[in-house]
């Protein structure tokens, strides 16, 4: 079994990145390199399911934040997360955070979702821009690749013409207004994802800071 990527910490070490380029992506999921607490995410601009860009560092500013990415809405793992997390919506807005998921889909297609409030928003990140500077993104093999086009119908962003395709590995952050990351769970393992226990108390430790 694959072993959770799982990093917390209450020590910070100011740092920054820098953006991400094409070349960003691990050849498997176990080989990717999750940002770390302690590191910014860089200024990065992504889409909403209106089409509209959103500036993620100014949504940032606005309150402590709970990142997920996820890696697309026909997957059932990912949709059961996103659900999960939104059972403890109300939870989470009391300590103070908003939620907002990242995945490749197309602004569109984030259009098709019944997640649609104020505290929990959804973006798309359909060139993995942004999966990239986080560090999670992979190249799926070629009959992987083949198998979720053919008997799941995904349109996959395409970084390398047409022989590869991409995805990013499920995540979570926890991160401050300064676009700061104060926590960071990452699993290769699709199926396994964070609980929702372990993200509350992520958050109330970095609200009390």
Same mark, same amino acid.
């Given at each position: 079994?694959l072993?959770?990527?799982?990093?917390?910490?209450?020590?910070?070490?100011?740092?920054?990145?820098?953006?991400?380029?094409?070349?960003?992506?691990?050849?498997?999921?176990?080989?990717?390199?999750?940002?770390?607490?302690?590191?910014?995410?860089? #200024? $990065?601009?992504?889409? +909403? @399911?209106? %089409?509209? /860009?959103?500036?993620?560092?100014?949504?940032? *500013?606005e309150?402590?934040?709970?990142?997920?990415?996820?890696r697309?809405?026909?997957?059932?793992?990912c949709?059961?997360?996103?659900?999960?997390?939104?059972?403890?919506?109300?939870?989470?807005?009391?300590?103070?955070?908003?939620?907002?998921?990242?995945?490749?889909?197309?602004?569109?297609?984030?259009?098709?979702?019944?997640?649609?409030?104020?505290?929990?928003?959804?973006l798309?990140?359909?060139?993995?821009?942004?999966?990239?500077?986080?560090g999670?993104?992979?190249?799926?093999?070629?009959?992987? #690749? $083949?198998?979720?086009? +053919? @008997?799941? %119908?995904? /349109?996959?962003?395409?970084?390398?013409?047409? *022989?590869?395709?991409?995805?990013?590995?499920?995540?979570?952050?926890?991160?401050?207004?300064?676009?700061?990351v104060?926590?960071?769970?990452?699993?290769?393992?699709y199926?396994?994802?964070?609980?929702?226990?372990?993200?509350?108390?992520?958050?109330?430790?970095v609200?009390?800071q």
């Amino acid at each position: 079994m694959l072993k959770p990527i799982l990093f917390a910490c209450s020590m910070l070490i100011t740092a920054s990145v820098s953006a991400a380029t094409a070349t960003n992506i691990a050849s498997a999921a176990e080989k990717v390199s999750p940002l770390m607490p302690g590191l910014t995410i860089p #200024a $990065t601009t992504l889409k +909403n @399911k209106d %089409g509209h /860009n959103v500036d993620l560092a100014e949504r940032f *500013a606005e309150k402590t934040t709970v990142l997920i990415v996820y890696r697309g809405g026909w997957c059932p793992y990912c949709s059961k997360q996103l659900a999960s997390i939104q059972k403890i919506e109300a939870e989470l807005a009391e300590l103070g955070a908003q939620i907002i998921a990242i995945s490749p889909d197309s602004p569109e297609k984030l259009a098709e979702s019944k997640i649609d409030t104020p505290n929990y928003q959804l973006l798309s990140d359909d060139s993995l821009t942004l999966s990239q500077a986080l560090g999670l993104a992979f190249y799926l093999d070629d009959k992987t #690749a $083949t198998i979720y086009r +053919n @008997k799941l %119908g995904v /349109n996959f962003v395409s970084l390398d013409g047409k *022989a590869k395709v991409a995805l990013p590995v499920p995540a979570v952050f926890v991160v401050d207004k300064k676009g700061l990351v104060h926590f960071q769970y990452a699993n290769p393992n699709y199926k396994v994802r964070l609980t929702e226990n372990l993200l509350l108390a992520a958050v109330k430790s970095v609200s009390e800071q």
